[in-house]
């Protein structure tokens, strides 16, 4: 208990290797900067940047695991494995480093799908990890532009764009992605 933000850096810096680092190192820098753009807690914002891909290297035993024996009672299970390390960041965040804030952990835990409801922080970090420096797929600028006047429209085109990707590749797609991409959608309805 008790991890100071160099110690948090450390142990979290030794789980993955050093190209992963560096996105997580893009993905604090980033998520600052939304964060005083956008008004939310930058402090917040670099704690779950930090967190947010700590189990991103764990075996799929290993993943599995923590979710089991932490009770996990979601759906995750059923859907593809690159989606665990998410809630699995979460449950570690809280269990291994002692971070109690429920906004951080949320924050963690739906980086990768979203959620309907997203708070200012979910979003923030979710689109610091698809707009990152390091990031370079199709219409990442595009994203990158949108960032700097709508939260909104830059993440429902960073769901579009894994959407269409997994599409592609004839993978399973997981439904709180789509929830959470409709929600964005109709939030952004609501404020026109
Ligand atoms: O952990 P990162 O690579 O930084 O980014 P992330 O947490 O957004 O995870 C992205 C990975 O997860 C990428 O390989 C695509 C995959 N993914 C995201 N949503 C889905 C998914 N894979 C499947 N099969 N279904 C999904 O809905
Ligand atoms: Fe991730
Ligand atoms: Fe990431």
Redesign the pocket.
Known sequence: MGYNRQQLIEAVSSQMPEKRWL?TQGVMDTAVKLAEQYGANPEKADLAAILH?VA?YWTVQKLEEVLVSNGYQGDLLQ??K??W??EVGAIVAERDYGITDPEVLDAIRY???GRVGMTLLDKIVCLA?YMEPGRDFPGVNNIRELANHSLEEALIAGFDS?ISF?ITRK????PR?LLARNDLIKQLEANS
Not at 171 to 174: A, M, T, V
């Open positions: 996105h891909d991103k859907y593809d690159p989606l390390h998410a980086h990768t799908s990890d894994t997994l993978q399973i797609i997981y992605m």
